[in-house]
């Protein structure tokens, strides 16, 4: 009896402090059998590579779990602070770039690794009695994977993911019966807002992975029961999950995260390469645009791996509602149907051949959409251009009317059909090229918000949108494009389209309007009267033209100082930079421009007493307060009086009408035209 | 085992589950009912918003896009005549009348725009197609044509549109919420 105190109290020293405790523990939990239980599992004919797939499955779950709530931790879903959290995430928060786009990307791989696991259990018939209702749930596990993905993308409250989701959810909306009501629960009411926002983040970060975790357990633990559907014949000699087979799994996991880092890194290697400057923010995951329901987003499409589905949409062309309907729900359910019959089928005598044909069938049906979506956004930078110049000039000259064309190339049939060909063609260059100008227009968008976030000032507490809708540099070519373009040419001389676009235009080309360049050439002689200036407009005869072409040409009167003067002078008023060699003409030049025998004989400038109405005052010429002026009333005595040639009175409305352009937007328009936005330090 | 005692089991079962299942409803229809609070709400009685001024509208019969303004409730959130959207407005050769289309895509709901040859109309997402007075161009996703707006001119020329939002992908066109 001593004999064994003794033993047991030398066993006890041996074993030391951990060893004790261990056995403390284990007595009252019993971990050394559940830890046991975990890692030493018989893996049939030993560890295999081809049994990775799971494991990584789970490794980028947990990934994305630890990153999420680390997310989570800095993240706020209104539609006022959501995109303008992920900004601060992505571009202030030291490594928010890092673990947001290990999130953005483990999301995307593992999708790919779904897809691989889902192929491999097809292919060994791993559905198979007994392990049918494990089939089932790695199903639903796909559809609460897929589920996370597509309510992860709304969450940074972006142009795209807003776009994205409107699509989604009006799809929800087409299911019978319940469709409307469902769509009005998840955008949380009639129209999209905050709580689309925390309804989609609740199901991201809440329902959805919380049923995932349920199901995984069971998933796991069904897995363990049935023990690893062994690759047949089993040729080598079985070895335990621990090490050898986690080993594999850990090495796989390790690649898993090396891809997803090398995709965020790669950026960052090719500017240190290029010798450029890495910006971490620019880096992972992008962030569009504040989502702006009045905005146009041409460039929305769903995540890569949601283009089958985009495209599956355009199949039904000419399907009218039982065409969205079969392409939305019909076909998927139906998909999805038969994945589930799967261990059912796989009993007939065919029925694992035709699962794994089908497997193989959905998957090549989902690469051929996805690339038929990727061919047709980007067709145009893969296509000969070349090639189509001959049918773009006809189409032109015939303006596509299919008589014209006929009679163009003498009614011969196969003529036509090759040139009808080449239109097809020649229509999907053009979409293709809409997409791309859209995307770089988001692209540009999406900098210059971020631009503007980055301000000493901060974002305002009414959002970035907000502040997106008062810059005049992302607002300027819209309202130009809108209001003023139909006459206006906005084009840098220098650019090379410049000529065709001036030639078109019916009024001055407005492009740096203020600046000495600009007065330059409205002194010329040889420009007063082109498109660029007067040449377009009831003034091409006028009395200006008329002053530039014959008054200032002759030397005797106007020198070339005096007309330097004059350019010095009217850039100082219009608050624009003046050239460094003209700097001290500008008292010279303001003389001129006052004096009655100069331009003062017409122009009203300051004091000179030259009365209003022979021609526009152009006392602050240029500035923001004479263009906010002009734009709101050119009609007025200030400016063209009843010489006004054809410009609406932008800001002027009739008694109860809406003027065309509030005070704002013509304070913006005018604000661009001078080139005065913000611009951040050491730009 | 006796009767008895077999009764007295199944009433406890019984119980147990009664009491168990009581207790755990409490949480999930509360949860419930507030989740369903958005099914309560609805998109309100469209108004007639002015967009325009009917001389500020060419007659060439080109459509051009207006902002629709009015003042907009997102939750706790008040917007005062914020931008919510926009609509084609066309107007014929002289004509006093306008024509007012919605730029919602009845396929999806995504942004329809002009072709920059400004021949007809076409919704950057699925390529559906539409004549310049909405009209479909078959073949095309869009179960129908583009969604007309009522529209109105008051006495001083503005003009007015009915602003509404119509359920996409289906064939008739129904106000959404």
Known sequence: MSHDVDRTAAAQARKGIMGQLGDFLDDRTGYRALVHEALYERVPGGARWRYVWGSTLVFAFMTQVITGLFLWASYSASAQTAWESVYYIQHEMAGGWLLRGIHHFMAQAMVVLLALHLLQVVIDGAYRAPREVNFWLGLVLMLLVLGMALTGYLLPWDQKGYWATIVATNLAGIVPFVGPSLQQLVIGGPEYGHHTLTRFFALHAGFLPGALIVMLVVHLSLFRKHGLHAKQPITRPDAMFWPDQVLKDAVAMLAV??????????????????????????????????????????????????????????????????????????????????????????????????????????????????????????????????????????????????????????????????????????????????????????????????????????????????????????????????????????????????????????????????????????????????????????????????????????????????????????????GRAVPKELVGLVDKGRELVASTDRCGSCHTFRDNGTELGSAPDITGWGGREWLVGIIADPTHERFYGDNNDRMPSFGKATEGALPPLSGEQIGLLADWLRGDWYRPAGH | MSHPEQRRGFLAKAFAVVCGGLATMVPVGAGLWAFLDPLRRSAGVAKFLPVAELAAIPDDGVPRQYPVITDRVDAWTGFAAEPVGAVYLRREKGATEVQALSATCPHAGCFVEMEPTGRCFRCPCHNSTFTLDGGIVAPSPSPRAMDALDCRVGKNGEVEVKWQKFRAGIAGKEVQG
């Not at chain 1, 020649?426 to 968008?445: I, M, P, T």
């Not at chain 1, 492009?511 to 002689?525: T, V």
């Open chain 1, 257 to 574: 995260m090396a891809v997803v880092l090398g995709v965020i890194l790669m950026p960052a290697l090719r500017a240190m390469l290029a010798g450029d400057a890495v910006v971490p923010g620019e880096l992972g995951a992008e962030l569009g645009a504040p989502a702006d329901p009045s905005l146009p987003y041409a460039a929305a499409r769903p995540e890569w791996y949601f283009l089958f589905l985009f495209q599956f949409l355009k199949v039904f062309e000419g399907w009218g509602a039982t065409g969205e309907f079969f392409g939305a729900i019909v076909v998927p359910g139906l998909i999805m149907g038969v994945m589930f019959l799967m261990p059912i089928l796989g009993n007939w005598k065919l029925g694992h051949r035709f699962n794994v044909a089908f497997t193989l069938a959905i998957l090549a049906g989902v690469g051929l959409l996805t690339a038929l979506a990727l061919n047709e956004d980007y067709y145009a930078l893969w296509v000969d251009k070349a090639s189509l110049a001959e049918a773009e000039k006809i189409y032109d000259q015939t303006g596509g009317d299919p008589e014209k064309l006929a009679a163009a190339l003498g009614n011969d049939s196969a003529k036509i059909n090759a040139m009808e060909q080449q239109w097809k063609k020649l229509e999907r260059v053009r979409h293709s090229q809409a997409f791309l100008e859209a995307s770089r227009q988001a692209k540009a968008d999406a900098a210059r918000a971020i631009e503007l976030a980055g301000r000493p000032e901060k974002i305002p507490p009414a959002g970035m949108l907000e502040l997106v809708r008062q810059d005049p540099k992302s607002q300027g070519p819209r309202l130009f494009a809108q209001h003023c373009a139909g006459c206006h040419a906005h084009v840098d001389p220098l650019a090379a389209n410049a000529e065709a676009v001036i030639a078109k235009s019916s009024a001055a080309n407005l492009h740096g309007f203020g600046s000495a360049q600009w007065m330059r050439g409205l002194l010329d002689p040889a420009q007063v009267a082109g498109p660029a200036y007067f040449g377009n407009t009831a003034h091409k005869e006028g009395d200006m033209v008329n002053f530039v072409q014959n008054d200032l040409t002759d030397e005797a009167e106007w020198s070339k100082a005096d007309i330097d003067a004059v350019v010095a002078a009217m850039a100082a008023e219009a």
